[in-house]
């Protein structure tokens, strides 16, 4: 038995011995056909193919009303990268001159952070202190002026372009590639949502645009256009001090929420990108793509506005607002501002919530020009008055004296008072009926008194009473307290009207 034993064990040796010799040979002779007889073929394939990745931008979520109508959603647009490639510095300058006269001749913006212009030469952001960080923050003298701070920029891109016009536009790029930590692995977003004909004249002309590609991205929309763009907000690229802040999650070519509910709800709104690998040609030419990780989109949000509404509402503040500058209510005020709030009095949502003047949301997402900047910034345009604003609250605070007054036992609701037009305590103040009549309502009780919102039975009654049960009652009524509302910079308002969501 032992020596039967040992023969088995022998041959299950030698048989494993031949195995090994027969998986060496195979590779070996793999690595021959690899190395010897292919290697020349493979060698060129490798030296012609270079990999980059590219970021695969997620959907934001889209903002709906309450009906499911999408008030702010996305589309499938496109976007110009530009990828490091093996290419001399004027032969690369010259590239991004052709991709942006290219662009500029479809009449496609590009992005342009640059703050320096010319002809004539000066600094975009006029507060000293911001301009004297970003000369820090680029190796520039701090008593530079606009022309010294773009030479010094010219030499160090090394652009030999003798127009300072097209110096500019190539300026304008490299100063993004500067920004955005350009790698040999990482592109740099130089334009986004570009036409078709943009695109295509790039993709049919690759071999003028080395290192050039198209990338495919949802583009955020708004529909309904400037309809409730103080509840919605908008979206821009963000800023160095945000993506220093949230690197971990935000590339630099991002958009964030800036305002609104795009603000508030970022998180949500805001999907997770995914990946893909970009295949080039060392001359820059792409050869071939391919997914790595999918992107998720974000969150939908359903609001408590209503389309329709709202629109309605905006429509009736902005015809008040002409009214009352022509003197439709009789003398002329130029009426600048207002604004306008429908909510359900039992459950405090917003059904539409309208604030004069408005803007246009989708302008900040491919970046706005300076000049609507600047109109917007003079009329306060994006400031929602709604929320923003501290009024005084006029004849309703008149409820508030009223309830304080029967609460507190001060009147009844058969109690009387006679306006004879002018009160006779404090300054004197007139009710408003006696400064177009000259004569008051007379005899009123309470009731009476709201109906024909009488100043003089307000005056008379809040003097009985004094100042702490009007606060108390104010109080209770909401004034002077935030509301809790899901939009940011809210100051404290006289309404209880808090749900958006």
């Not at 002409?322 to 059904?351: P, S």
Request: charged share 25%; aromatic share 8%.
């Amino acid at each position: 038995m032992e020596i039967q034993k040992e023969k088995n064990e022998k041959v299950r040796y030698n048989l494993l011995v031949v195995i090994i010799y027969l998986v060496g040979i195979i590779l070996l002779a793999q690595l021959f056909n690899l190395q010897i007889v292919h290697g020349e073929e493979y060698r060129q394939t490798s030296n012609t193919r270079l990999t980059r990745e590219s970021s695969l931008r997620a959907a934001r979520g889209d903002l709906l009303d309450n009906t499911g109508n999408k008030l702010v959603t996305t589309k499938i647009g496109f976007s110009l990268e530009l990828y490091k490639t093996k290419i001399d510095n004027q032969t690369f300058n010259q590239t991004i001159l052709k991709l942006i006269e290219l662009l500029e001749e479809n009449e496609d913006t590009y992005i342009d952070n640059l703050p320096i212009t010319v002809e004539p030469y000066e600094f975009k952001n006029e507060e000293e202190e911001k301009q004297k960080r970003w000369k820090k923050e680029n190796g520039i003298e701090e008593n530079a002026t606009a022309q010294e701070a773009f030479q010094k920029l010219k030499n160090k891109y090394d652009i030999q372009e003798e127009d300072v016009k097209k110096a500019r536009k190539i300026m304008v790029v490299r100063y993004e590639i500067t920004k955005a930590g350009f790698s040999n692995i990482k592109p740099v977003t130089i334009a986004k949502d570009i036409s078709n004909l943009s695109v295509n004249q790039i993709e049919e002309q690759g071999a003028k645009f080395p290192g050039a590609a198209i990338n495919k991205e949802p583009i955020v929309t708004y529909p309904y256009g400037s309809l409730a763009s103080h509840v919605l907000g908008y979206v821009g690229p963000i800023s160095e001090e945000e993506y220093k802040q949230k690197k971990d999650k935000y590339d630099i070519n991002d958009l964030i929420g800036k305002a609104g509910i795009e603000y508030t709800l970022e998180e949500y709104l805001k999907g997770q990108d995914g990946t893909k690998q970009i295949e080039m040609a060392v001359d820059g030419t792409i050869t071939g793509e391919y997914i790595t990780k999918e992107a998720i989109a974000g969150s939908n949000v359903t609001l408590t506005i209503d389309a329709n509404l709202q629109k309605k509402t905006e429509e009736a503040l902005k015809a008040n607002m002409e009214k009352i500058t022509k003197g439709g209510y009789g003398q002329k005020h130029e009426a600048k501002a207002g604004a306008a709030v429908v909510m359900n009095v039992k459950t405090g949502e917003i059904l539409a919530l309208a604030s004069y003047p408005d803007y246009e949301p989708e302008l900040y997402v491919k970046g706005i020009s300076t000049a609507k900047l600047e109109e917007y910034n003079k009329n306060k345009s994006t400031l929602n008055r709604a929320i923003s604003g501290a009024y005084a609250p006029g004849s309703i605070f008149k409820m508030a004296v009223a309830t304080a007054a029967l609460e507190t036992n001060t009147i009844t609701k058969n109690t009387r008072v006679n306006d004879t037009g002018i009160y006779p305590r404090g300054h004197h103040p007139a009710c408003w009926i006696y400064t177009q009549n000259h004569y008051g309502h007379g005899s009123l009780n309470i009731t009476q008194a709201i109906q024909k919102s009488c100043n003089y039975f307000f005056y008379e009654i809040g003097y009985k009473m004094g100042i702490d049960p009007v606060i108390e009652y104010a109080k209770k009524y909401g004034l002077g307290i935030k509301t809790g509302i899901e939009l940011a910079g809210e100051e404290k308002r006289n309404s209880r009207c808090k749900k958006l969501l």
